[in-house]
């Protein structure tokens, strides 16, 4: 399940360098999150830590993309394949 900031985002910028996936970028209005690239921290920490560090409670679940933790592991294993061949 990749997760969604809302529009109660106050742009406070603390959740953008805590993403281990830089799948948090600032978008139009507030910051938005890649679906393609979130992974809900599975693979690095236990909790989603842009999830631990917002003030606002504006991180849900986006029901869009709605992934088991065997799905959101095998995406951080791409990622990290991928990110190995662009290194």
């Known amino acids: 399940m990749a997760l969604m900031i809302t529009d109660e985002c106050i742009n406070c910028d603390v959740?953008?360098?805590?993403?281990?996936?830089?799948?948090?970028?600032?978008?139009?209005?507030?910051?938005?999150?890649?679906?393609?690239?979130?992974?809900?921290?599975?693979g690095h920490f236990d909790e989603p830590q842009c999830v631990q560090?917002?003030?606002?409670?504006?991180i849900p679940v986006n029901p869009e993309h709605v992934e088991t933790r065997e799905q959101l592991q095998a995406k951080?294993?791409?990622?990290?394949?991928?990110?190995?061949?662009?290194?």
């Open 15 to 42: 959740c953008e360098p805590e993403c281990p996936n830089q799948a948090i970028s600032m978008g139009p209005d507030f910051y938005v999150i890649d679906p393609a690239k979130c992974t809900e921290c599975v």
């Open 76 to 87: 951080y294993a791409q990622l990290q394949k991928s990110n190995s061949a662009a290194a």
């Open 53 to 58: 560090v917002c003030p606002v409670e504006c």
